[in-house]
């Protein structure tokens, strides 16, 4: 076991500078009977140590596929992921094994991601348990350990899923994921499923874990306002490629990619003066098929700006200034489009 | 205006006690089989005959293959309940070995099936691929010979026993355990606590046999319940045809073989084993469709 | 967006609500216990008005719209009194309810999937109602839905119209659930978590259409949400309900500006706002909902509340004024809503 370790990266070795994910030109193609559905085209992404990624999409958007490829619970048909500096693309299952101390991931639902028939307390030894990360007598105490972690009383080790609440699940979820001490936390719409005030206690309690361990986090979500309370930096996704990516705050402030814009101006605040007042970019038309999509920009069928040049030329992920990506023809020099920028009614203006 | 209400309300009502126990375990699931009174009756007949298929030498007052020619064909009477047939012997003690031997074959098929269904239903279901088109051919190979057809084969190669008896009812239940396998693991495998025992670290091993295979069960219960009654009227078909139990060791299969030429001077012959064979049958079924109701997790809630 | 509703459109006085709910409960019994799901709920409804009824799961804001609609299983139990337009609703046989639903009570639902029939094209599904409340012959029945169809914002009806529901995107299905409610021209249409199912820049469309349904067709609306977002969007009055009961209920922008309950605070505090700078610690509100198989002579919040006394704890609060701004709190909350950042403090103690 700890032969196939050495081979890879070597904890010792490993330093700041190697990012804690690196993706490159991910692809995922899945051919269904209709066709070739192209759920992640071409994405590139890069988590340093510590830092928290904010992955944003609608559905159908390619964001948890992305996800679930990182954590090789799905299989890339292209491109490359690196963890720690290791090519895990194509590792077997059991080649992978060792490696999973390294990364874990907590889903959206939170009543399916636990095994039914098992207490809590089994669900957050397994990983223990699997990698023999602490011996068997010192189990207990470590679960317990952990569930106070997150806010839990070590009697909710004898429980059964279906007896906690979404909350809770969702606690014991991240109790399992930081068993391993990950240094990255793949989170796929962690909060999605529960209600507001519990959704503020499960984000509250990702940040002060995130700040306290230090763990690397993709986070997958389709709500901006949870994205920018949590990510350092956020990419947006459309039709399975990245649009844009940017620092959180200048994301906020000054979007520049057309789809950006239209999603944080449909992201209604909970604010009626502000929300009312608001000039709302509506987007015509659906989501085009997964199956047949648009040539040239993606995104051209929905955008309210678009150019002939976007119906025929796909247009590339560009860098810009300050850290910024966006893939747009009418973006030349990190310029906001129109000069409009959505986000800026913010709510605590009023 | 179409959609199910019911659906909707109950789910907005069930997810508000969080705290309180909620339907789906084991104890609350005994409890809903109870309420059942048809799942009830047969749960009460079935335990009835394993316990006399378990007791069968302290029940019976006669030797069931013992001839008394002296109370051939006797009706039933205080002495003989279930009175006597051509050579004499006591239907009642028969009758109780016959269910013995009823008993014996249908859990020894149903065990057999599940030895190889399972593991290969597993295989196909969660390795899919090859693995999947292996186990469907073996399948769609084992459904082409018909049950009978492999009984004959079996006991023309092997000759007539209740072993090959057995051992023809359980291969000709396998391709129902797999199915039936296949779907859950197939169902179970994108389920996200299956994913997030991968990513824990676990092998296939451990994902099979901890987490899958586990939440299975319901459905194998299931299936096994049906499976029972089916090798039961089973063995008493290749019985009665001379495939099974040879006489004049007692089958509920032989006796009605048995009792053919008296259908009309001594119809308890054919009356009494008969009647076991229905009860055994109805019991199991009355089981299995209450266990359905109990542990189906869509219909749990009701 | 923010315009009043048109009184002109409005039948019978502007002050006569077309929907009014007076004591609602609604219990469900099961062999082990009964759940209280609603417990007196009373609200009105006037003509043109968006009213929002808020909460989270289990608060019973979805019961109580199936219990309006007179859509719940046999194993409910319903009191009280449900008034559409001076008809009583409540206790009336169900070949009265469906002369009703459907007609002058509609109503549309979280999922559009599985709320349309698959093997029907959209144009027969709208006709169909058209067909059984209006006479309308079939030929007829097909102009309207088509009309219907660009009335809720799909392009190309004459098309669409021949479509089966799984042609069509969930923002479409949802467009076409809302053609089939307002066929009839309802006067009071329930939507039940319209948005949710939804993404958000399908959701804008879909909210734009049920505000331009109002302004166009004067329907009532009642809006069941989770969503604060939706609720500033497109609400003129606002319900805020907790554990089955009415907690708070005010004008929309009262409500956001000034809250009174402290759960509807909490609910506030707690909301992710987008474009918030920095990151601050998000104010929670401690505890769990409580089991609704009890009704107890108190507030049923007190439990989570930092201002809950002995009389919290001892006495059930009403609903109070009469009406404007009510709320069920024996101590409400006087000061105006802190901002976001600084309303935390306040909240997280």
Redesign the interface.
Known sequence: MSAVREIPTPRETSDDAVPVLEVRDLERYFTTSGGVVRAVDGVSLTIGRGEVLGLVGESGSGKSTVGRCVVRLDEPTGGRIALKGTDITHLSRRALRPLRTDMHLVFQDPSSSLDPRMTTGQIVAEPLRLHRLVPKSGLRARVEELLGQVGLRPEHADRHPHELSGGQRQRISLARALSVAPDLLIADEPTSALDVSVQASVLNLLADLQRDRGFGCLFITHDLAAVEFLADRIAVMYLGRIVEEAPTAQLFAAPLHPYTQALLSAAPVPDPTTQRARERIVLHGDLPSPLSPPPGCHFHTRCPVAVDRCRTDVPELRELPGGRRVSCHLVDSGRPLDGRSPANSSPSGV | ??????T???A??S????????P??LRTRLRALR?NRLALTGAVIAAVFVLAALCAPLLTPYDPAGPDFDAALAPPSWAHWLGTDDLGRDQLSRVIYGARASMQVGLLAVVLAFLIGVPLGLAAGYYGKYADSAVSRLTDTLLAFPFLVLAVGLAAVLGPSLLNATLAIGISQVPAVIRITRAETLRLKH???V??????????G?VLA??IL??ATSALIVQATVGIPAAIIGEALLSFLGLGVQPPAPSLGVMLAGAQPFLGPAPWMAVFPGLAIVAATLAFNLLGDGLRDVLDPRGGTR | MSTAPHASDAPGAPGAPVLSVRDLSVSFRSDTRTVHAVDSLSYDVAPGEVLAIVGESGCGKSVTSMAVMGLLPPTATVTGSVRLGGRELAGAAEKELEKVRGKDLAMIFQEPMTSLNPVLTVGRQIGEVLRRHQGLTRKEAREKAVELLALVGIPAPERRVAEYPHQLSGGMRQRVMIAIAVACDPAVLIADEPTTALDVTVQAGILEVLQSLRERLGTALVLITHDLGVVADAADRVLVMYAGRAVEQAPVDELFAAPRHPYTRGLLGAVLRPGQEGKRRLPEIPGLVPSLTAQPDACTFADRCTHADERCGAERPPLIPESGHRVACWHPVTEPAATPSAGHEEAAR
């Open positions: 205006m179409t959609a199910t209400p019911d909707v309300d109950v907005a009502v997810a508000a006690p969080a705290a309180a126990p909620r789906g375990t309420r389920l996200d606590y994913g997030a025992a991968i990513v824990n670290g676990g092998g296939d451990t901890r987490h586990p939440n």
